[in-house]
T-cell receptor, first 115, second 110 residues
């Protein structure tokens, strides 16, 4: 029973060609996150939504955008992918509990290759 | 800011051996999380700890939330080849974000 679903699992794009990654969840969680992960490193948060409120990390490049049209879906748009954007992109969700007790649940990831 | 120091960075063990890894922080956390990430997959939650001093088991895995709330350890008993992967500790912050350790890469030789 997949709870956080990411499509596609593998995406190949060309340098500068826009690409969209998608994430959906069946957990009805309030918060959805997008992370970038490069080999053998911890995931790096790009941004997150609490419901429809968008929260961007200060060091996330403008090249990365996100949309959350409803509770279940969230998209990551990379407007002009560069070679340095090749990475694993992880979507995660959480209920939105205050007080530093959040548990995040991750999807299987999308591996992006930029040619 | 809050940082998690995870050690060891990597481990090479023989099948059947026990494994221990830990995370420490200079700041207090209210929850400790342990994830495992297989190659090409997303992190999977193994154990969540919510109370200082709590000791929780999940099969061959045991994790403890340190009494000072600044550390946690994860033990794996009788390791098997499918235990291979990267193990991350993580601590939730009050703004819904996670602080991650840098990970422990576990290799199990059959």
């Amino acid at each position: 029973d997949a709870m956080v679903i990411q499509n596609p699992r593998y995406q190949v794009t060309q340098f500068g060609k826009p690409v969209t990654l998608s994430c959906s969840q069946t957990l009805n969680h309030n918060v959805m996150y997008w992370y970038q992960q490069k080999s053998s490193q911890a995931p790096k948060l790009l941004f997150h939504y609490y419901d429809k409120d968008f929260n961007n990390e200060a060091d996330t490049p403008d090249n990365f955008q996100s949309r959350r049209p409803n509770t279940s879906f969230c998209f990551l748009d990379i407007r002009s992918p560069g070679l340095g954007d090749a990475a694993m992109y992880l979507c995660a969700t959480s209920r939105g509990l205050a007080g530093g007790t959040e548990t995040q649940y991750f999807g299987p990831g999308t591996r992006l290759l930029v040619l | 800011g809050q940082q998690l120091n995870q050690s060891p960075q990597s481990m090479f063990i023989q099948e059947g051996e026990d494994v221990s890894m830990n995370c420490t922080s200079s700041s207090i956390f209210n929850t400790w999380l342990w994830y495992k990430q297989d190659p090409g997959e997303g992190p999977v939650l193994l154990i969540a700890l919510y109370k200082a001093g709590e000791l929780t088991s999940n099969g061959r895995l045991t994790a403890q939330f340190g009494i000072t709330r600044k550390d946690s350890f994860l033990n794996i008993s009788a390791s098997i080849p499918s235990d291979v992967g990267i193990y991350f500790c993580a601590g939730p912050r009050s703004n819904y974000k996670l602080t991650f350790g840098k990970g422990t890469l576990l290799t199990v030789n059959p």
